[in-house]
């Protein structure tokens, strides 16, 4: 029994230049759907939080820190991407490099993780809806929008917004990446809006003292601020719908973090700025801000955008998400039925078993206790693809790279202290959990993914 046998990356290479999937998705199209998928909670939630608890108006050091992290991972990323276009992403890539059970586990815990967040996402999205509502004194009984454990029978508007981009993904890449690409463009426009209004009320007295907290509140807050970040792994996993992905995959990936980064970076400047920290430990801090300045009708508008935006990043997570779990289906380390395409080269079957579930999830669970656990999942994960990059380097030296992480193994190296970092600095009860996962996927290896892989044959 050969737990870390390999894929052969010629093979991988080769299949993915004859896949008779439409390449539709060019860069633009990848930095939107990146984009889309990144910018979220990291920007209409953590920077007022994390400014009033953590960091202070210091803040915007901290979201400088999490993404020259993040640029490391990136980084990674971009040289797998530009070698081996895969629909697979980090699962191939670990499956290249490391074998087939780190494979096999790296594939379940990206599905643990963004499952996870699909239904917290969904359920964020639910709330966000409700408090636009408010304004027009329309009110969605709690029996209907409001998970059992939080009084009410079912979170519906979470199964209904998650099942609709289901549907709209359904429809294949080139129907599905205009309504994308739309969403994304309005939610950057209306933080740009936030942005452009909000600088004619900053108040330098109001980052005054910087780090209130001192250079350890800057680290702390980095920490916290690296998980917004997340999300651009899955743009690798559109690597057999995207035009010529060895160039078009490293360029979106790099310059979608580096938007995001700038995005994160001003809006924090902004927000210091407009309000004394110590007020910003609000869900929506953005928002509070403009009302606390007298733009009501700009604060609306952030209102639509952020739920806008977060369609963008059920999106992102169900198209990425799904292609993996096809390809899993494909490697027969789950059961074939899973790389099930329609007409359109859509994973009809993976789609729909990961939104039904993240349906239910968002719809009659609550989540907030698990957030962290989503976190550790892919945290993990990004450890993983670092340290094959540093693996792949030394097993496949003579294999052909359009693009390769600068100065050695320094920066794989440092991505995944950074994630080491950051998982150790997670609670002991996401621990546990995560930990839990990992015996249940573990033992359905050897129950089923063992004996009927493709490479077992």
Known sequence: MNLFRKQNVNDIVLKSKNSNKMRTLGTLDLILMSIGAVIGTGVLVLPGVVAATTAGPGEILSFII??????????????????????????TYVYVALGEFLAYIVGMA??????????????????????????????I?????????????????AILV??????ILSFGGKESKTFNN??????????????????????PENWTPFLPMGIAGVASGASTLFLAYSGF??????????????????????????????IYCLVSFVL?????????????????????????????????????????????????????FANIGKDRLIPKVFAR??????????????????????????LNSLANSASMALLFVYLMVALSVLVFRKTNSEFKREFKVPFGPVIPIIAIICCLFLMINLSLMTWVYFIAFLIFAILFYFAYSRKHSKLNK
């Open 110 to 139: 990206v599905m643990f993780g963004y499952v996870l967040s699909l239904g917290i996402v969904s359920s964020g999205w639910a709330s966000y809806l409700n408090s636009f509502l408010e304004v027009f004194n329309i009110s």
């Open 66 to 91: 999490a993404g020259i992290a993040s640029i490391f991972i990136v980084l990674c990323y971009s040289e797998f991407s530009s070698s081996i276009p895969s629909a697979g992403g980090s699962y």
């Open 182 to 203: 739309i969403v994304v463009v309005i939610k950057i426009l209306v933080i740009l809006l936030f942005i452009v209004v909000g600088v004619f009320y900053i108040k």
């Open 341 to 366: 395409e329609n007409k359109q080269g859509v994973p009809t079957v993976s789609l729909w078993s990961i939104g039904i579930i993240g349906a239910i999830l968002g719809g009659f669970i609550n």
């Open 272 to 324: 210091t700025g407009m309000m004394p920290y110590k007020e910003l430990n609000q869900g929506d801090a953005l928002a509070y801000a403009l009302i606390k300045v007298g733009q009501n009708v700009v604060s609306g508008f952030l209102s639509v955008g952020a739920i806008l935006g977060i369609l963008a990043i059920i999106f992102a997570v169900g198209f990425g998400t799904s292609r993996m």
């Open 141 to 157: 009984p709690d029996v209907i929008s409001k998970v059992p454990g939080q009084g009410g029978i079912v979170n519906l508007p």
């Open 162 to 167: 998650t099942l609709f981009i289901i549907f």
């Open 233 to 262: 792994d899955i743009t690798a996993s559109a690597a057999e719908e995207t035009k010529n992905p060895q160039k078009t995959l490293p360029r979106a990936l790099i310059l979608s973090i580096i938007s995001c980064i700038i």
